[in-house]
């Protein structure tokens, strides 16, 4: 279809001399050019700014380029294709396309692929920056930079006409051969591929390793995430080690997180009042959000203490460890403060002589003193 219409368009200049004909075609080229770039484009960028979103905005800023250079540089293409035009130059038909057919086209197809990376990526970012849930921005925009990239190269050289099977012959043992060698970048790669389709975590969330470790994702490449830790010492981990282990994500679904605060209190304590005062120093501490309402339960019957957990929330997992330890001194003031006993086990040992043991201990021949096995609690158990 495009060598038909191109074909039908040379046959307008067959009797035109070459001259008008350069004229017309470059003058009618830089005119497109003109009527596009202050007429079109600028009415359309300003248009586009009075919108709410983004999108249509990064569109026509980005296009703006490549339309206007297409439109300038189209007549000195169709230029080297007309007959009459060829015939009658200085130069011969492959010197013609070689010093003005083929630059131009190949700066058309440049401005184009520049365009067309550079409005994906924006595309991306924005999305990014409006739906967090979305991070997705540094893997995708590096794969479509390169995808860009080698479409580019295959597109350049066959203007200039050069064949590119040898070249995909050649690139596919080069392939193999570098996926032996660089079979850990590859396995990063399609590990931070697979972290982001699967949204197992985007920048800014605080996450556990398997290990252990804690940290925030500050950054997300092709081949690793780079996490901050709680001192302040960035962590870069493998995104194909990351893929293959247990992470938890303690900012998903939503950033609050709930904390448990075990308390042990002794037996016989009025638990009513105990409850009221736990309850107390939790609705005071500002660390603790108001809703969900802090509770108090009622774990377990220890060996020397009523088992109860404070439960309450934070608004950000990094606040947790911060809320547990100001929970946990003012727990341990108001108790003192109000008698609550907090037990501990403890365990009793009588020294006797040999001349008269006791009837429960066991004699320690070495050291000539004798354990009894009698145990204690403070609480009354």
């Known amino acids: 279809m495009i060598d038909s219409a191109l074909a039908g368009l040379m046959g307008v200049f067959t009797d035109v001399p070459p001259w ?10 830089l005119a497109v050019a003109l009527a596009l770039e202050f007429l079109v484009l600028r009415g359309l960028l300003r248009l586009s700014k009075r919108t709410e979103t983004k999108y249509d905005n990064i569109l026509v800023s980005e296009l703006r380029l490549p339309l206007v250079v297409t439109a300038a540089l189209a007549g000195v293409f169709v230029l080297t294709q007309v007959e009459s035009v060829r015939e009658n130059v200085l130069f011969d038909p492959g010197q013609l396309q070689t010093f003005f057919g083929n630059p131009s086209l190949s700066v058309i ?14 595309i991306v970012e924005t999305v990014n920056d409006e739906h967090s849930r979305f991070d997705f921005a ?30 995909l012959g050649a690139a596919g043992v080069a392939g193999i051969a570098v996926g032996f060698a660089a079979r850990d970048t590859v396995a990063n790669f399609f ?11 985007k920048i800014g969330d605080f996450v556990e390793l398997d290990t252990g470790e804690t940290g925030t994702v500050v950054k997300v490449g092709v081949r690793s995430t780079t996490l901050m830790m709680r001192d302040e010492v960035l962590v870069t981990v493998p995104n194909s080690v990351l893929n293959a282990t247990r992470i938890i994500n303690h900012s998903g679904p939503q950033r609050r997180r709930r904390l448990k605060v075990p308390i042990g209190v002794a037996y016989g304590t009025d638990i009513d009042a105990f409850e009221e005062l736990a309850l107390a120093i939790a609705d005071e501490e500002a660390l603790v959000l108001d809703s969900p309402k802090p509770r108090m339960r009622f774990r377990a019957f220890g060996d020397s203490a009523l088992e109860y957990e404070l439960l309450c929330w934070v608004g950000s997992p990094t606040r947790v460890k911060k809320a ?10 108001r108790l003192l403060d109000t008698g609550i006993e907090i037990p501990y086990p403890k365990r009793d040992v009588h020294v006797v002589s040999e001349e008269s043991p006791d009837e429960t201990a066991e004699p320690n021949h070495e050291s000539g003193l004798t354990v009894s096995h009698d145990d204690a609690t403070t609480g009354g158990a």
């Open 20 to 29: 008008q004909t350069t004229t017309l075609l470059i003058g009618a080229s």
């Open 109 to 122: 197809v440049l401005a184009w692929a520049v365009a067309a990376n550079r409005l994906v990526n924006r």
């Open 191 to 201: 590990g931070g591929i697979a972290l982001y389709f699967d949204d197992t975590y």
């Open 138 to 167: 540094p893997v995708f925009s590096n794969v479509w930079t390169l995808v860009v990239v080698g479409g580019t190269v295959v597109v350049l050289l066959s203007v200039w006409g050069y064949s590119i099977s040898p070249l």
């Open 324 to 333: 547990h330890h100001e929970l946990n001194r003012e727990i341990y003031k």
